[in-house]
């Protein structure tokens, strides 16, 4: 299990530090913005895209928790 751990510290970490940037990123624009019809379409791109990282990390956990460590080697 250690083996498997080490490499999924990676993905968890990239995908919390994007996942924070979009937060930050809609907190700016909430505080710049004050129309809400501007701030909608603003504020679900970053919601999707972080749904879409955090999707991709538990596939890749998944995929290492199977033994695929190396995703390129089905290429």
């Given at each position: 299990m250690d083996k498997h751990w080490?490499?999924?510290i990676a993905p968890i970490v990239?995908?919390?530090i994007?996942?924070?940037y979009f937060i930050f990123f809609f907190g700016i624009l909430v505080s710049?913005?004050?129309d809400p019809l501007v701030l909608l379409p603003l504020g679900i791109i970053p919601a999707l895209l972080g749904a879409v990282m955090i999707g991709v990390c538990i596939q890749r956990i998944r995929e290492i928790k199977d033994g695929e460590e190396d995703d390129l080697s089905r290429y």
């Open positions: 080490k490499k999924m990239v995908t919390v994007i996942v924070l710049l913005i004050q």
